[in-house]
């Protein structure tokens, strides 16, 4: 079965999240509509973090929420971007430890998170005539673990970040592994 990646795109800063209530995830298949693996902000409060933060102290937000990612917001509701688990613990702190001669404690959430204006996102109303296979295809062709879903702007507001897909629920919901190869972040 081949599938054909969804088109990405990059989008703007001050991006705003809606606020809302909690779904439960359930089991999916390649063929179930790909709404079924985001998480809905409109039916989900974001966790976020200032990226201002120490590191250590965003890893105990993460583990605190229960989440493996933050949307990084200085001043609510605008995104600046998002910091993964990997950004945290991965090679990126290391780095920036070896670059500029410091302490890991010394880095913050904005040393290591990746800016909105970098990140790859979808369009929510493609998404909606999308299968689980779809995003998972596109997940293969941009090489990141997480993905934004943008509503486009309308006369009563506008654009904003309607949702986040992760490869790691799309895989706990389908009950394995998808990717053959490592994703990068």
């Known amino acids: 079965m081949s599938e054909l990646a969804l088109t990405t795109f990059r989008f703007p800063e001050n991006t705003c999240i809606p606020q809302a209530q909690p779904k439960t995830a359930t089991g999916v298949t390649f063929a179930s509509p790909a709404l079924d693996v985001m998480t809905d902000l409109a039916q989900v409060r974001a966790a976020t973090i200032d990226p201002e933060?120490?590191?250590?102290?965003?890893?105990?937000?993460?583990?605190?929420?229960?989440?493996?990612?933050?949307?990084?917001?200085?001043?609510?509701?605008?995104?600046?971007?998002?910091?993964?688990?990997?950004?945290?613990?991965?090679?990126?702190?290391?780095?920036?430890?070896?670059?500029?001669?410091?302490?890991?404690?010394?880095?913050?959430?904005?040393?290591?998170?990746?800016?909105?204006?970098?990140?790859d996102a979808l369009d929510y109303n493609e998404l909606k005539n999308a299968t689980v296979g779809e995003v998972i295809a596109t997940f293969k062709k941009i090489g990141h673990t997480h993905l934004l879903v943008v509503q486009t702007a309308t006369a009563q507001g506008p654009a904003r970040i309607r949702g986040v897909i992760s490869i790691t629920q799309i895989e706990r919901q389908l009950g394995r592994a998808v990717l053959e190869v490592s994703v990068v972040n």
């Open 53 to 119: 933060t120490m590191l250590d102290k965003a890893e105990q937000a993460m583990i605190q929420q229960g989440v493996r990612s933050l949307f990084v917001v200085s001043e609510f509701p605008c995104v600046e971007g998002l910091v993964t688990a990997a950004d945290l613990m991965g090679e990126k702190p290391m780095r920036l430890v070896n670059q500029r001669h410091i302490e890991r404690q010394d880095l913050s959430v904005a040393d290591v998170m990746t800016r909105l204006s970098q990140l």
